[in-house]
């Protein structure tokens, strides 16, 4: 892929990716759709948040090294075969005490339990460990350039409305046309905790 971005993300995970998702938790198509739209953007800030210290940086960096040689070219067998014990455990470690609270924003937003919200964001999470780590070529472990890498993914724009915005129209027509602009502030609101 040449350029990752959360549009980029949104395209792979779209159709059998999106298909896969829902038939693992035993949800809707555009439920899930839902919860992506709001989950990629939480998990890329929340990388950002972790890598504004070394450690947090250095951190980061080896987990994008052990997973960037992961296979992401058949995205539904990825998605069939990821090992959601340790999805959850990166889940954790990125949104940290943040956890719960941005779970349950993307699981009202979406219409979807916490659980489940959960499970899609342990089946995401080393998804996109695997595309930033192929992204990642040079190994930079720096607090600087992985911050760069990730803003750049996330969009340059620092107006959460704009993301948010962009965010709800990842996947095209929503079924939830009319609850955008609720979706909005709730997205809003799950990227201010990283702030």
């Not at 198509?29 to 070394?54: D, F, H, R, W, Y």
């Not at 998804?127 to 192929?134: A, F, Q, Y």
């Amino acid at each position: 892929m040449a350029e990752l971005n959360l549009s980029s993300i949104a395209s792979l995970l779209s159709g059998s990716g999106i298909s896969t998702i829902a038939k693992t938790v035993g949800a809707e198509e555009s439920n899930v759709q839902s919860a992506i739209g709001a989950a990629l953007p939480a998990l890329i800030s929340g990388m950002q948040k972790n890598v504004s210290t070394e450690s947090g940086a250095s951190s980061l960096a080896k987990a994008l090294s052990d997973h960037s040689g992961d296979s992401t070219s058949n995205i539904a067998s990825f998605l069939n075969n990821v090992d959601l014990s340790d999805g959850s455990k990166i889940v954790s470690h990125i949104l940290g005490s943040s956890n719960t609270s941005t779970t349950n924003a993307i699981a009202k937003q979406s219409g979807l339990s916490s659980s489940k919200v959960s499970q899609i964001l342990s089946m995401i999470a080393p998804l996109l460990l695997s595309l930033i780590g192929k992204k990642n070529t040079n190994g930079d472990s720096s607090s600087a350039g992985l911050g760069s890498l990730l803003g750049s993914i996330l969009g340059s724009s620092s107006d959460l409305g704009g993301l948010a915005s962009a965010a709800s129209g990842l996947f095209g027509g929503s079924s939830n046309k009319s609850s955008s602009k609720k979706d909005g502030g709730l997205l809003d609101g799950i990227l201010k905790i990283f702030k």
